[in-house]
């Protein structure tokens, strides 16, 4: 899902001229922040961004893996903070939470200073409106109501971004401070826009648009099959289908609504940075003694910075030379 809708955005930046790839990145942001929720099925850039900040994983996927050795060794350095030769839970939990507080901070910093070049005390909604989505101004407005089509496709995210920004708008004046538009950019930090973020996600999966999660949709937004393979699914998918029926759909109606879709991605309590610490921990103590040496990590560098050869990882790669 994720990739599609990011193709679909960078070709039609390439072909149509517009938006800037400034503006497309924003716009896919939209679409990875639920990831930050959905912690069941880890994916290796999921991993990446957590450990190293999504900026830093960006770099380190242009990296040789002599040269993210390198560097990962001197990052296990950093995180070993009392300098006793291991990487305790404790460590990489607090490690995690850093890159990921730098790396929301400088990217609130960024658009805040791209949207706001006077630096005044507020954006407007028209002016935030005028500088990502001006450019429909001139599009066929027909174009906006044929699914599919790219004039359909911004409509949509124009929408989405109107309903998040009235919802950081604490107070009510359709200009956020730079408090409210951090929230904005990033609902998953803030506890006030946790509806939002669950809204958004169950839209995302909800292709039949009946408002409610299906078990079709929650697996087909995880797995696709392989062209030609057909059959027997992977065991983690036959384990997501048990996950569904057995805790998800609690209600036991055969769908998730949005109540069982908060309670699956913003369960009260849910440490992010903890279970991606333990995660990280699991796979890699080869000796099973709970903390990391620097041979452990170095043995495992593709867990934690190894270079993505997905679609995606391309596509974001490509992405930067626009
Ligand atoms: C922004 O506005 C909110 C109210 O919506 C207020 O609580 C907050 O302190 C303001 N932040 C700044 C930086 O002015």
Do not use: C
């Amino acid at each position: 899902m994720l990739t599609t809708l990011f193709v679909a955005l960078a070709i039609s930046a390439v072909f149509a001229g517009v938006p800037s790839p400034e503006e497309s990145k924003r716009l896919m942001d939209h679409f990875s922040d639920a990831e930050h929720f959905k912690n069941e099925h880890h994916n290796k850039q999921f991993d990446h961004d957590a450990f190293l900040g999504e900026d830093q994983a960006k770099t380190f996927d242009q990296l040789p893996p002599e040269e993210s050795k390198r560097r990962l060794g001197i990052i296990v350095d950093k995180i070993d903070s009392d300098k006793d030769g291991f990487v305790s839970l404790v460590e990489l939990k607090d490690w995690i939470r850093y890159t990921q507080r730098r790396y929301i901070d400088e990217d609130v910093e960024r658009h805040w200073r791209q949207h706001n070049p006077n630096n005044d005390g507020e954006i407007p909604w028209e002016t935030y409106r005028k500088n990502v989505y001006g450019f429909m101004d001139d599009m066929d407005q027909s174009d906006m109501n044929e699914p599919n089509s790219e004039g359909y496709t911004y409509a949509n995210l124009l929408k989405r971004d109107r309903r998040r920004w009235t919802q950081a708008d604490g107070d009510h004046n359709d200009a956020l401070n730079r408090t409210e538009f951090a929230g904005f950019l990033h609902p998953e930090d803030h506890s006030h826009m946790r509806d939002i973020v669950v809204l958004e996600t169950l839209e995302d999966i909800d292709k039949d648009k009946d408002g409610k999660v299906s078990m079709e949709e929650y697996i087909g937004d995880m797995y696709k099959p392989e062209d030609g393979e057909d059959g027997d699914e992977p065991d983690w998918v036959k384990q997501e289908r048990e996950q569904f029926t057995g805790y998800r759909d609690t209600d036991k109606d055969g769908f998730m609504d949005e109540h069982e879709v908060k309670d699956w991605i913003a369960p009260p309590e849910f440490d992010h940075a903890e279970a991606e610490a333990r995660h990280l921990v699991f796979e890699a103590d080869s000796d099973a003694d709970e903390k990391l040496t620097k041979a452990e990590i170095l043995d495992k560098y593709d867990l934690f910075v190894g270079s993505q050869a997905t679609d995606f990882g391309e596509a974001l790669a490509r992405h930067d030379e626009f």
